[in-house]
Every structure is written in structure tokens, then in C-alpha cells.
């Protein structure tokens, strides 16, 4: 089994931050991409953030510069730093991971239950 688990979401005015964790578990051997993805209310889910197991990042147009993913590959643990939030940030947000189970097993991706984020202005 594996689970993702996300923490840190929340309620905060606009122009406050929060900060996204979301860390693997279970039988997993190696993790390859991680990332964050949104869905608000009546719109599709998108990509937030991702990042590679080297480091490599890449952000969607309207949160960069902004917002910063980040990982620790030694806790299986990946992060989202949120700052300058805007009303249109609010959505439930989904960390995203692309793992192997155990040695000749294939890539999957596996999906958190998500975290509320709400920004009000």
C-alpha cells in the first residue's frame, strides 16, 4: 500500500501564505516527479507546481513567483510554499507522485485526498 498525505492547508486573508506538505508512505522504493495540483469549484484540476527527484522545477504561469515547491527525497516528503495568496488560489489542493513499489514493478502515479485552501479578501 502506499499513501500520500497532505497537511497545512486553511483559511487566510489575501496576501497571507501557507505551506503545503504532503508526505509518501508505505511500500515504495523509489519516487520519481512529485507535484501539487488545484481544483476549485466547477473548474478541472490543475497542474500548481512540479518537481523532478533532482530538483528541477517547473510552475504554472499563475503562481509563479509566488509560490515555491521544494522536496526532501531522504523523507519522501514534498512541499508548497504559498505566499502572496489571491482569492483565485482558493481550491482544494492535491499532491501528485510518480513512484515504483519494488524492484520491476512499472511507474504509477498516486493521488493525496487533498487540502482545503480558502483565501478571502
Known amino acids: 500500500q502506499v499513501q500520500l498525505v497532505e497537511s497545512g492547508g486553511g483559511s487566510v486573508q489575501a496576501g497571507g501564505s501557507l505551506r503545503l506538505s504532503c508526505v509518501a508512505s508505505?511500500?515504495?522504493?523509489?519516487?520519481?516527479?512529485m507535484g501539487w495540483f488545484r481544483q476549485a469549484p466547477g473548474k478541472q484540476r490543475e497542474l500548481v507546481a512540479a518537481i523532478t527527484r533532482c530538483g528541477s522545477t517547473n510552475y504554472a504561469d499563475s503562481v509563479k513567483g509566488r509560490f515555491t515547491i521544494s522536496r526532501d527525497n531522504a523523507k519522501n516528503t514534498v512541499y508548497l510554499q504559498m505566499n502572496s495568496l489571491k482569492p483565485a488560489d482558493t481550491a482544494v489542493y492535491y499532491c501528485n507522485a510518480e513512484l515504483k513499489r519494488w524492484v520491476g514493478s512499472s511507474w504509477n502515479y498516486y493521488w493525496g485526498q487533498g487540502t482545503q485552501v480558502t483565501v478571502s479578501s
Open positions: 508505505g511500500s515504495i522504493l523509489v519516487i520519481n516527479d
